[in-house]
């Protein structure tokens, strides 16, 4: 059964800037000393009304739940006088960031994303390398390697198999029953039979699940191999390739990973078989495997008997060749100066990016978001979850690694995805764009009444299915059984309390309803009609379209519908006479004929240019959502659940086995159906649900089937309200 589905973010395509018309290109806003005859000031009365739950979470008054989960909060309603309080800064964060994307404006932060990204090369990889040696002065001695058992499958030492990393040592080599040639070091009394050799053991630890061997390197010719390039750009590769891994991961996941009893585990301890369980890789931690002195042994990269780059263990990581921030057109990268002001600089204000010297640095902005209140008190338009609260699905974190779903086959055309099944090391490389900005969808054609209940006790809301979806914005209960994961009738999966609370969700004590209203003003000065016609259209998008606000979107929380009220706008000639009188007054004006005229001379902008017409195809399909497809992020299929249901939230949350299927290999390329990139947001194409193929493995093969090693970051990450998400 082919399920299709949507993730929950998308990307509103960002074209180069340089064949706009002329209105939305770069300018210095205009002066302050005046108020200009052809240009709008005034308020423009707003109202917000909520399509489904609000999430306004206030972390001063977070707590730990009664039951003790480690890292865990429980958040409230912010409330302020009696009624949720929703920031003016939000409402002007929605605001600007959906003025870019309708202007194609230039990107108002793109920080850290200067450094290329890492890559986890596949297995075919490690036919080109060549285990060596480091013996100074910029000279590589090949090596041979075997495999040398020392775990069980459980990643248990074997009893007389220990040996530290770059021991020196004599082993035997040995045919075994697969005809491939394995390393024995001999216990005390024993003279195995096959050739002795001298060699160095490379102890990596248990870091993949169902490992057995570490490798056993011994001298081959004890020739030196050439060099493709000068050492110090080797040297300064491996390090840079050094910093990735160890960027991957945070000092908790490496030193404060729980062990039992009070201990905190070694980051290369073993002490599970899940993700962030098994052993870290020592290069990731341990200064000694992170430098290269003489005596480290390593793996190097030969293209044409020569040494390109060297890398740790056998299956590595690898870096770009490009950061994502070469691959943003010029255009679209934060202006540098007072000149380079895109339409949204203009009017929601500009700050110079740090490390410039552009004078003026700054640029307050035409444009202010009153004081935001709401319609209702907080008994009326708060739900309250009493207890612990309401414990919310794993918010993944960004992964910009996956460029299957964040690079454009070129800069020119970002509503273009890399083609399917490019080859993973082929993504991020130049003369490719990307995506544009980040977007959430619209969870469209819920049960909206019986799909936001959530039922006290019972079975597991998150299993069961309303109207055909499942409560993505829930966490599943903890999995009864891991060896036998699924209910007796096989529809879903069999949880039990608790729930699971842990550093990487959060609870939450409640949320503002659906249905309720806020409402506030915008004031501008001096604007003219097409950025006034911008933000009307902003405003007033078509029926049965929602912005997105507030905390937990992935999950379909804060779609939000804006619609104006009621407007006071006048133009600079009219102040200018009310200014002269001081005692006169403006004119009553028809509001609606200055919105109307304004979104009219917008839409005719729009139309004039395909960019700006594939841009806002893109902001309404997303707006609007897709009634017959699931919004959730990417999991598998169990190999033994029913057919007749569709495939519901794994508990035990293993999102990377997607990507990992995603990038599946058959005779050293993509696997037809896999290599999927992240469709156009105005196309009719989903993703699709994969098999548990790795489940499937170890059924077939035992304990040996597909590995999940931990030296990569494929694992979920927390996030916390208020912190920076892309």
């Avoid at 028809?590 to 960019?611: H, L």
Wanted: with cysteine; glycine share 10%; proline share 8%.
């Amino acid at each position: 059964m082919a399920e299709g589905f949507l993730n929950p973010y998308t990307f509103v395509p960002a074209f180069p800037r340089d064949t706009l018309p002329k209105p939305l290109r770069d300018n210095p806003p205009p002066s302050r000393d005046q108020r200009h005859p052809d240009r709008w000031s005034g308020r423009i009365h707003v109202s917000l009304t909520t399509e489904t739950p609000l999430l306004l979470l206030d972390p001063t008054r977070s707590r730990a739940p009664s039951d003790g989960e480690n890292d865990h909060s429980v958040y409230p309603v912010r409330v302020r006088n009696g009624r949720p309080h929703l920031a003016t800064t939000a409402v002007k964060g929605l605001l600007r960031s959906a003025f870019e994307a309708a202007t194609n404006s230039r990107f108002g932060i793109f920080e850290g994303h200067q450094e290329p990204l890492g890559f986890r090369r596949d297995a075919g990889f490690a036919l080109k390398l060549v285990p060596v040696r480091v013996a100074g002065n910029g000279r590589l001695e090949r090596f041979k390697t075997a495999p040398l058992e020392m775990y069980d499958v459980h990643g248990n030492l074997l009893p007389g198999r220990s040996v530290a990393h770059m021991q020196k040592t004599k082993a035997f080599l040995q045919r075994t029953g697969k005809n491939r040639l394995e390393a024995i070091v001999a216990r005390p009394g024993e003279a195995p039979r096959g050739r002795r050799v001298d060699g160095i053991a490379y102890v990596t630890g248990p870091t993949i699940e169902g490992k057995r061997f570490e490798r056993f390197f011994y001298r081959d010719s004890g020739e030196c191999m050439q060099l493709a390039r000068d050492w110090k750009e080797i040297e300064a590769d491996w390090h840079r390739l050094i910093a990735n891994y160890r960027n991957a991961h945070n000092d908790e996941e490496l030193y404060e990973r729980p062990a039992g009893e009070g201990r905190v585990a070694m980051p290369g301890e073993r002490i599970g078989g899940s993700p962030g369980k098994l052993a870290w890789s020592p290069h990731i931690y341990d200064a000694d495997h992170q430098n290269l002195a003489v005596g480290t042994l390593c793996y190097a990269h030969v293209n044409g008997g020569k040494v390109e780059r060297l890398y740790p263990v056998l299956i590595p990581r690898d870096v770009y060749p490009v950061s994502p921030a070469d691959l943003l057109h010029p255009s679209l990268h934060p202006a540098r100066c007072y000149g380079e002001l895109s339409p949204a600089d203009r009017l929601f204000g500009w700050v110079a990016p740090s490390g410039g010297d552009a004078r003026p640095s700054s640029y307050r902005g035409r444009l202010r978001v009153g004081p935001v209140t709401c319609s209702g008190d907080a008994d009326a338009a708060v739900r309250t979850f009493t207890g612990n609260g309401l414990p919310l699905a794993i918010l993944s974190a960004p992964k910009p690694q996956q460029g299957r779903f964040y690079v454009a086959e070129s800069t020119d055309r970002p509503d273009e995805p890399i083609k399917d099944r490019t080859q993973k090391a082929d993504i991020y490389r130049r003369g490719r764009g990307l995506r544009g900005r980040k977007a959430y969808w619209h969870h469209a054609g819920l049960d909206t009444k019986r799909h936001w209940e959530v039922p006290a006790g019972g079975s597991d809301p998150a299993q069961d299915l309303v109207g055909g979806r499942y409560r993505e914005y829930l966490r599943p209960r903890t999995i009864a059984s891991e060896t036998d994961p699924l209910t007796r009738d096989r529809k879903h999966f069999a949880t039990a309390y608790p729930e699971q609370r842990d550093s990487q969700n959060q609870s939450i004590g409640g949320w503002v309803n659906p249905g309720t209203t806020f409402y506030f003003a915008v004031e501008v000065r001096d604007v003219d009609a097409c950025e006034l016609g911008a933000l009307v259209w902003l405003l007033t998008l078509p029926a049965g379209h929602f912005h997105k606000l507030g905390h937990g979107r992935p999950l379909g929380f804060g779609s939000v519908r804006l619609n104006i009220e009621n407007a006071e706008l006048h133009n600079g000639n009219e102040y200018k006479s009310y200014y002269r009188t001081l005692s006169g007054s403006l004119p009553d004006r028809d509001w609606r004929a200055i919105t109307d005229a304004a979104r009219e001379q917008f839409d005719t902008i729009v139309e004039s240019s395909p960019a700006l017409r594939t841009v806002r195809q893109a902001m309404l399909a997303v707006t609007r959502g897709a009634p017959d497809l699931p919004v959730h992020y990417p999991r598998v299929r169990d190999q033994g659940l029913d057919d007749t249901v569709p495939t519901p939230p794994d508990p035990r949350g293993l999102q990377y086995k997607w990507f990992t299927a995603n990038e599946q290999m058959s005779d050293r390329a993509i696997t037809r159906g896999r290599g999927r990139s992240l469709p156009p947001v105005d196309s009719r194409r989903s993703l699709e649900i994969y098999r548990d193929e790795e489940k499937e493995d170890s059924l077939s093969k035992g304990a040996n089937g597909r590995k999940q090693s931990t030296s990569g970051s494929s694992r979920h990450r927390a996030r916390r309200p208020g912190g920076k998400r892309q």
